[in-house]
């Protein structure tokens, strides 16, 4: 089984994939930027051979590129699970005549106004949208959506670029934040609680399966600094609260052509239980949400990924024993950590329950919080009780503090 993994080492968890393939017996083929001596020793053991390219992003180039290298040798997959990487394997997935999903299909899970029209077709809710390329466009479609209204990036991650529009005052405001963006999406502002639905699939059918809840709003965390984003997984699939968004999540990989892989989706509960189509990626979710995962069942999707995407069989067991929720920290002050208060008491009351503790240290530099919700480390814990992991997610929250200067 010969596999091209796109992007073998960055971001650091495409190291655990790597190794996840090597374990079911794959011979990974990676392809990166990074020099092959910049690789660490515990990646470089997994792979066959490797491939540094000039720039990952140019896309034309990366498939030439790969194209000669495996001239002769019969590639079984091209894989990868980096969101900006997803639609050049599908190139070079048709380039070679492997198995997957196409660029068309792919195109469905990166385009994000395409993707919602793909959703609808189907007969499933989506907030009413408009593709915008112009400021003409977007009052345009103001005036036809009513609002309030979201105006976000088409291709857009880690809501950047992302704005509440409650009035025409603030559209004019985000409109001229925006000028550098070239296509973006108008659409009607979901009010509501907001949820994942994370899947590995084999034929577009979920072998594994996830919720999340983000406690706040995604949108939310990423405005304002002094909260601490929290993301829990649900042990209890089976509550009829969430039998909706399941189903609406299962109805998406089917109107979209899902394949072989891990999807992760982000939906919405309306006050009046109605649920709502959010987006969706064919690839796993970031900021640790695999780890997340993990913890939640002892599993390790890392490698059951691997065996479903070459072998299309899943194999671990993934009985759900805990609800784990991940606390990202963010410090007060700017450049590097000074002080941390309130995580001694907590580890000493609360630490069984801890399965990663990964702030900052002394002395280390703040991330930016807006480029990454890793933000300046977290705490990862979980336990069976759904309303004690939330709350000893806020105590986390709200009584751990990291100082900076
Ligand atoms: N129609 C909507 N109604 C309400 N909130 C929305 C809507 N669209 C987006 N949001 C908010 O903005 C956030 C970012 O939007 P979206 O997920 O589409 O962009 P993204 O940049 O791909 O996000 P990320 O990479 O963080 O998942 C959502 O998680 C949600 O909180
Ligand atoms: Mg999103």
């Not at 009035?167 to 973006?184: C, F, G």
């Not at 108008?186 to 034929?203: N, P, Q, S």
């Not at 089917?254 to 509960?269: I, K, N, S």
């Not at 503790?357 to 705490?379: M, Q, V």
Request: charged share 25%; glycine share 8%; net charge neutral.
């Amino acid at each position: 089984m010969k596999v091209v993994f796109l992007a073998p080492s960055y971001p650091p968890e495409m190291q655990q994939y790597t190794r996840g393939l090597a374990e079911v017996g794959a011979s990974v083929y990676g392809v990166g930027d990074q020099p092959l001596s910049a690789l660490p020793r515990s990646l470089k053991q997994h792979l066959e051979d490797y491939l540094q390219v000039p720039r990952l992003l140019d896309d034309d180039d990366v498939v030439a590129r790969v194209h000669a290298w495996m001239r002769g040798r019969a590639v079984d997959r091209v894989l990868a699970n980096w969101e900006v990487m997803v639609l050049t394997a599908a190139r070079l997935r048709e380039r070679f005549g492997v198995p997957g999903m196409s660029v068309a299909t792919v195109e469905g899970f990166r385009d994000k106004q395409l993707m919602k029209e793909r959703v609808a077709a189907a007969g499933l809710r989506v907030p009413r949208s408009v593709r915008v390329r112009t400021a003409t466009d977007a009052r345009e479609g103001a005036a036809r959506i009513g609002y309030p209204l979201v105006l976000k990036p088409i291709s857009g991650a880690g809501s950047a670029d992302t704005y509440e529009v409650r009035n025409e005052r603030d559209l004019e405001d985000a409109l001229a934040r925006m000028t550098h963006v070239e296509e973006a999406s108008l659409e009607e502002f979901i009010e509501g609680e907001e949820f994942t639905y994370d899947t590995v699939c084999i034929g577009g059918k979920p072998a594994f399966a996830n919720v999340a809840q983000y406690l706040p709003k995604p949108l939310i965390a990423r405005t304002n600094e002094w909260l601490s984003p929290v993301i829990v997984t649900v042990r209890d699939l089976a509550q009829p609260a969430l039998a909706d968004g399941i189903t609406l999540g299962n109805n998406v990989l089917e109107a979209l052509g899902m394949g072989d892989g891990f999807t992760h989706m982000e939906w919405f509960r309306k006050p009046d239980g109605e649920v709502v189509f959010g987006e969706i990626g064919c690839r796993p979710g970031g900021a640790c949400l695999v780890d997340q995962m993990n913890y939640t069942c002892d599993i390790d999707l890392f490698r059951e990924w691997a065996r479903a995407v070459c072998w299309n069989t899943f194999e671990a067991r993934a009985p759900r024993k805990y609800n784990a929720a991940i606390i990202f920290k963010r410090a007060i002050g700017n450049g590097r950590i000074t002080k941390i208060t309130g995580l001694n008491e907590f580890m000493r009351r609360y630490g069984e329950h801890v399965v990663e503790s990964k702030l900052l240290p002394i002395g280390a530099a703040r991330r930016n919080w807006k480029h990454t919700l890793l933000s300046d480390g977290h705490i990862l814990l979980r336990h069976p009780d759904w309303a004690t992991a939330c709350e000893l997610a806020n105590i986390v929250a709200n009584d751990v503090t990291l100082y900076a200067e």
